[in-house]
């Protein structure tokens, strides 16, 4: 089966800061999708972002971005100037012959 | 104007009942999927459905069974309801999906269902 890891449960940053959210996954297939989702208190889930394996560029939203390193099957978000609102849980997921989420990290940026 | 709607957004009942949670999505998408979400906030899938027909069938009880009356709606109908059913369940949709075509999907509000 393949997994998908999110090793911090817990993160904080300081509002305006940078902060960086892991994930790695493992899967034997070669075209597959990633995604990046934020479940905030209000328990919505909201994509955050998107990227295609085939793509080696880096994908980008506004203040988030991803770096994606197919060979080490890493896909991890950075979220730059930190807001307040981004306080919420994560969701790395992983979607290629099936669906996998990670555990989801909780992300708390402190005023 | 809604694009994932899920009816009702709380559910609390008894142990051994049998209930529906519903699902609607106006976006024109072609696939629907039900989540399940633990009190440790894991996030499982647990069917898919394209076209009305069933792709996804994750390992869950019998109890639980889905219904897609058209592609627009996935409502989700739990038999003999358990404590261990006690979660949030997430409706989603995609423009195509197909067990895996990547396709960006787009969750509802999610239903939290308490089983006493």
């Known amino acids: 089966a393949q997994t998908v890891t999110q090793s911090q449960p817990e993160m904080s940053v300081q509002e305006a800061e940078t902060v960086t959210l892991s994930c790695t996954y493992d899967t034997s297939e070669n075209n597959y999708y990633l995604f990046w989702y934020k479940q905030p208190p209000s328990r919505q889930m909201i994509l955050v972002i998107r990227?295609?394996?085939?793509?080696?560029q880096n994908a980008t939203e506004n203040r988030f971005s991803v770096n994606f390193q197919k060979a080490a099957k890493s896909f991890s978000l950075k979220i730059s100037d930190s807001q307040l609102g981004d306080t919420a849980m994560y969701f790395c997921a992983f979607i290629g012959n099936d669906m996998r989420f990670g555990a989801g990290t909780r992300l708390t940026v402190k005023p | 104007d809604t694009a994932v709607s899920q009816t009702p957004k709380y559910l609390v009942t008894q142990m051994g009942n049998d209930k529906s949670i519903k699902c609607e999505q106006n976006?024109?998408?072609?696939?629907m999927y039900w989540y399940k979400q633990d009190s440790k906030k894991f996030l499982k899938i647990m069917f898919s459905?394209?076209?009305?027909?069933?792709?996804i069938n994750e390992t869950v009880p019998n109890r639980f069974s889905p219904k897609s009356p058209d592609k627009a709606h996935l409502n989700l109908h739990i038999n003999s309801l358990e404590l261990g059913d006690s979660a949030v369940y997430f409706c989603?949709?995609?423009?195509?999906?197909?067990?895996?075509?990547?396709?960006?999907?787009?969750f509802g509000p999610g239903t939290r269902l308490t089983v006493l």
């Open positions: 459905y394209n076209n009305k027909e069933l792709i």
């Open positions: 989603a949709s995609s423009q195509d999906g197909g067990g895996g075509q990547g396709d960006t999907q787009y």
């Open positions: 990227q295609e394996a085939y793509k080696q």
């Open positions: 976006l024109g998408h072609d696939t």
